[in-house]
Each structure stands twice: as C-alpha cells, then as structure tokens.
C-alpha cells in the first residue's frame, strides 16, 4: 500500500506521572486532548506528564483517520522514512518527540549509552525496556528549571566547606581526600589531571549515594533548617552560578515534595539551570540530570531506558548509575544550545516583514534535530523544503494550516502530524495570535551537514 499524500494526523498517547501537572495545567494534557480520542478526557484531579509522539512500541501513535499505528505504517510504506533510515534504525522511526508538563521534580536519573543498554536490557528488561541509548535535548516552552550534569569542581569545593550537613554527611576523610585531590586543579587542561579529577569526584559521589538512609534523614534535617535561617547567605551565598536565596528556596522546596531525601544533597553536585521559553540543551547519553519544574518539548533516540536513584518511588539503580556516569564536569553553559537559522525553510514576505523565524536545534548526533517555527502574523508563511527522512510537527500555540501537496490541514495547540520523507511541507499562520510549531525530524548526511 502507498501513501498518495505522505501527511497524517496523528493521535498520540499521554502518560500520567505523580511529576505531572494537574488537569488543564498540564500542556501534556491540552495537547492530547486537543485530537478526538474514545478514552481520553481531562480530570481536574488527575496529574498528566508525558505526551508522546513516535513509533516506541511503549506508546505508539496512531494515524487519526484509519487508527493504524505509525509503527506499522511506516513498515509497510518504507518511503515514508527513506530506506537508508529504516534500513538503519530497524524501520522505526529513530526518535522519539515528548511533551513533559513538570510540577514537581523526576527522579536523579542518566540514560545508558548503547553498550550499556543492550546490557542492561539483556540482564533486566524488565527495568530496562530496550537497548538503545538515549541522547536528549530540551527545549523549554514555559519557564523551566532543573539540575543537569555536574558542576565545576571549584563550586562542589564550596559547598564541602560552607554546608556543613554535607560535610558531616560525606565524612572528613572524604571530602579531604577530594579537595586535596582537585585543589589547584579544577580546571586543567592536561588529561591526567582530568582523569584524576573524575576519579576523585566519582569517590565522592559514590560515597555521597551510598550514604546510610538513616544519615541521610537526620542531616537532611539540618540542611533544610540552615536553608529556612540562613537565606541569602546559605551555602556560602550560593557559589558563582546561583545566590544562597536561591539555593535555600531549593532546598526548602524540593524537601516539600521528598523529605528527607539523598537528592537535596545531590543538587550540591550538579549545575542548576533556569530556561525561558526557546532556550534549549542537549544531554548526551550518560549524563546526569532531574528536571524539577516546567512544561518542555524534548526529543531523544528512541528509548524508555532510565537509571534511578533519587527523587523517586522507582525502582533505584545506585551501582549501575554510579559507575556509568562520565564524570564530566563543566558548567551549564557548556550543555545549554546554541539555535542558529534553520537554512532549509522559505518564509513568505508576511513572514518575514513580521520577525517570524524557523529556528534550529540540532545536537551532535545524527538520530534527531528540531525546528521551532513562529509565525507571528496572518498569513505569514513557512515553506520547508523537502528532506531525506521523517518529520513530526506539533503545534504549542496559535492557529494555522499544514499542507503537503495538494492535501491541507487544519493546526490548533495540539494538533500533531506526521510528514513523510521527500515531501515539501507549508505551514502557515491564519489566526491573530503567533503560531509556534516544533518539527523533529531526522535526516542522514544529507543537507543537514552530516552531524
């Protein structure tokens, strides 16, 4: 069977979380239940975290019209991916597009590189669903906050000398041996440096996630009481990348939704970053990160594969996670993305007179890239050329069209739709209000640079 017009309008699947936002708070789940669904309506009372858009096996989507699963449709009609995609990615689509709706935070989590993962997968599946890995990158549609990927060593040797409970927590000898280690050091560039620097802070993390609960609990007392007295000076007024205020409000906040647990000390660890709507970053497989608040489009390989080990009622994984981490060390600058002009989209004269833009995002591996349109007035156009492989848009706000070919559909929050390889794409904006869609899509080699 053939497509005529490789352009479908997709039902996708939302998944409910503790994390998630409530009812009509939740981005996740407006977005779901903007598209006709027999088993899916809002309950005020209920959280929604994820909406997921893709051919994962966990969730799949479906075609709206004939309710055929992409999985299948894509195996059936091998051009709707391009053969040299499908013959690669095992004919499934080689990422998958989330919405997450964060009102509180996910567990301290990273995602195994492909060894680990057929490893993992081999040993526990049912923990570990696939063997892939898991490169992600985020892109905050409201105003985002979480902790990812480790400090700079400098600021970890701060908080061991002006947060006392962590201190006390880790041991003397310990965080001694860590300091006497990396003092001086922090920020070499000679690699035995290096690696003797992630030696030494994979120790002291190691020692940090295997610390007794009952510590954990008591000290964790006295953190949160210094955050509640000391404010703008706790932790040593909070280090070169945030204030003590800040810091302390954290504390205090992530206690409200896990007392007592190992990842108020954790955030001591890893870089706390803050997102307005647009800005995004990339995490590479093995990276640590929790996202704590925001709703947020994230792309990734197409995987459902998370080591655990805080910040959750799951399953956690503390040996697994703590030898698999890179131990990098940076700050969050170095993670956070550089969007630069998607060259591949034609924009009309209305388009451009009104500062629309189609921005792109493109991380260093070749699974996935996004492209964040806005149209900003009626009319206003966005032609995108044809590519060697699959698209899926996302409308998050505004009202407009998307037609390939002669066939032209109706876009409102929400709507997703699936565009086959070599089809011309326009998407165009019919409403007073900016029409903002993602597009994910995967091309090998071909304009896209070659990654």
Known sequence: ?????????????????????????????????ATPSSDFSIQDEKPYAELWMGTHPSLPSRDLETQRSLLDLVQDNQALMSQEIGERYGQKLPFLFKVLSIRKALSIQAHPDKKLAEQLHAKDSENYPDDNHKPEMTIAITPFDGLCGFR???????FLSTVPSLRKLLGEDVA????????????????????????????????LMNCEKESIETLAEDLVGAAQREGQNFAGGGGPSNEGQELADLVERLNGQFPGDLGLFV???????????GEGMFLKADDIHAYLSGDIIECMASSDNVVRAGFTPKFKDVPTLTSMLTYDYAPISSQKMSPVDYP??????????????ATLYDPPIEEFSVVKTDLKRKGAKATFEPIAGPSIFICTEGEGTIAVGPKVEEVKAGFVFFVGATAEAVV???????????????ELGGKEGGK
Not at 152 to 158: F, V
């Open 1 to 33: 069977m053939g497509l005529q017009v490789p352009l479908l309008r997709l039902q996708c699947g939302e998944l409910t979380y503790d994390w998630g936002k409530v009812g009509k708070e939740s981005a996740a789940a407006r977005f779901a239940s």
């Open 152 to 158: 700079p060593l400098s600021e970890i040797s701060h």
């Open 176 to 207: 001694k041996e860590f300091e006497s280690i990396t003092k001086g050091q922090e920020t070499s560039d000679d690699q035995a440096a290096t690696e003797r620097n992630k030696k030494a802070l994979k120790s002291l993390f190691s020692a």
């Open 267 to 277: 955030l001591f660890f890893l870089n706390y970053v803050k997102m307005e709507p």
């Open 344 to 357: 591949y989209v034609a924009l009309s004269a209305t388009a451009y007179s009104s500062n629309s833009s």
């Open 428 to 442: 165009e904006s019919v409403g007073k209000e900016p029409f903002v869609t993602f597009k994910a899509f995967c």
